[in-house]
């Protein structure tokens, strides 16, 4: 009879700490989870008393890699309190800002963290030695993503120029052209990456779930739209804690949720599984190749799907850039914000999933109340079910890989554990 | 002392606490422009990016603040293994937004946010880690600078002082010949903030938030002053002064009380 020890205390290549812990005697298992210990944060508690302009400042370092992703919601979140609606400009520069943002993060996760795993290294520095091709393309990638985040918001991590309604900084037509110029050639190197992920040996786990996501009938949602499920159901953004649900674990400072099932999950795959219709064309013969076609169940192609992204962001951020030229950047500053009391909820698909930032103002603007709902967390019941129905199935493998397919599954759902909690270890007791 | 690497190149480890990990992003980014970097150091641990992990190194970088107790055994190993320990970014070096949560009582924080489970996670008041163990150089910022991390690791490798400014953001602001922010009405410490970000969150429109910690000798008064005439409120004011730099805020009233 089988007996299985792992213990993988702080998974690498997540960002975040946590744990994988499994046990199981004589074919029974007693344990297989997933735990969060990262050290809490507490941003919802340390945000009230703060003006309403520093919000997106703070919550921004929420994460360092989807600093944009919360700098977005959280001026979405403020402005509704406000009742702003921001400009036609603003909101062209903040999707195009998002895509540079989505692709730096799927591009960081796909060749940085996922694929060491499957060219059989532990971590991206050989790769520079074997693959040097791979390594300078994923370098090409970021910096291409990176520079655009910097044109728009001064840098990629922790934008200094938005601000509530608008941006403090603009870019100028001929930065545009450049930028412009550079997607046209990225292209290639999208070509390229979804060869390379078409090439990969994804492991074979089928388990479906409800898929969670924001949807637009007129885009691929990333920013504002409707909280959808693959279950049929559909709320407005406002009405956040009914799909969430939180609740606190004792083996994880990420609190958990669920909705119509015991478990959902969030992030590119179930994007594309809610909103397939939305990716560009470009995206969806990329989906092709890669096989992806709704509803995809199997949790590792998550990866595969943000690859689909990447393409995606790539063409629509082409589109955008045009649209900006033929209507010409306007000199618009921030409009000036009429200070008032009021509640506001704003929503973002962020590249690990869709996230909330619901804040209270005061007559002052000053913060009274915030909650903010991170997409990993959203993730952790999801994974952990997974983890649960895919270790029978693995039980009779060596036990390193089983290690490995367990922290490999870990990986797929892109944990981002430095949200406000953070999070990974994987324990074989 | 540890030794090198066979090959003479010295071993390097990455470590987070309590941060949004955002300077070993920057750290990673920095790659893009200076891939050579890998030829002059060998790291030997950075859980954000790698699986292999080395325990014996001689230059530490930290990121991060310390907010538990049981985080503290840790920070000390770090400091007894590595010759040098450098404080990443402003979690590390100031506590930095970290430590806004000790300006509310730390049990209606824990509250707050888990409820009547507060119990189950540990936590105390943030601080910078310099606070805990000895630190031989920072690398300030919010996160820290690309450019600025590069010329600190290179000073480091060739055993001097790493050259991080002590005059305040104004010089370089002037140097990019910015607008000033605060003569368009807009709270900025730019003038008691350390340089060597190149200015840059004014030069986005955006008022310096302090994230690279206060100049020797600031003129705070006059500062206070500054930002009044900028229309803001005392409570403005001091918001903007705990925005990164609560503990030192903290630490500078209880030193006056204490006088």
Redesign the interface.
Known sequence: MTTVNVNVH?V??????GNVVVDVKNGEIKECRFEVV?????F????????YY?LS??TS?????C?VGHATTSLRATEKALGMEPSEQTVLLRKLNFHGEMIDSHV?HTY??VA?DFLGV????PL?ETHREVVERA?RI??LS?DLCAMI??????P??M?VGG???LPTEAELRDMRDRFVEARADMDETIALFASLPWPEFERETEYVSLHKDEEYAFIDGTVVTSDGFSYPIEDYRKVTNEK?V?FS?AKWTHHNRDSYMVGALARLNNNFDQLHPRAQEAAAKLGLEPIVTNPFLNTAAQAVEMVHCIEDGLEIIDQLLTRGIQPEEPPPVDVKEGEGAGSCDVPRGILFHNYVYDEDGCCVEANCIIPTNQNMANLNADMQELLPQILDKPQDEIRLTLEMLVRAYDPCI?CSA?FLTVEFV | MSDTNTNGKPKVAFF???????????V??S???H?DL?DAVE?VQ????????GEDYQIAFVE?SC??KS?EARLEKIREQADLVVALGACAHLG???S??N??PLE???R????D?AD??E?YAARPIGAVIQVDAVIPG??IDREEFVRVVKALLLGKKPPVPDYPVCVECKLKENVCVLLEGQPCLGPVTRAGCDA??P????GC?GCRGLIPNPNENSMEDVLDEAGLTVE?VL?RFT?FNAYQVQERMAEEEGK
């Not at chain 2, 950075?46 to 292999?52: G, I, K, L, S």
């Not at chain 2, 030069?203 to 955006?206: S, V």
């Open positions: 702080h690498t290549r997540v960002e975040g700490h990262e050290a809490p944060r507490f919802e508690a340390f945000v009230r008393g703060r003006p520093e400042h703070i370092r929420i994460c360092g890699i600093s960081l940085y963290l060491p532990g971590s991206v520095i520079i370098l970021k910096k990176g918001g001064g840098r990629h991590t922790h200094c120029a601000a941006f403090t900084h606190c004792p400072t430095s953070h | 987070d606490f309590a941060s949004c990990e955002g300077c070993q992003l920057t990673v980014d790659l893009q422009t891939l890998l790291i950075f859980r954000e990016a790698m699986t292999e992990k991060g907010t538990r985080d930095g937004v970290n806004l949560k300006l509310h209606d924080v824990r707050w946010v888990y409820g489970k189950w996670y936590t919010c996160p840059i969150c030069t986005y429109g955006d938030e403005e918001s925005m």
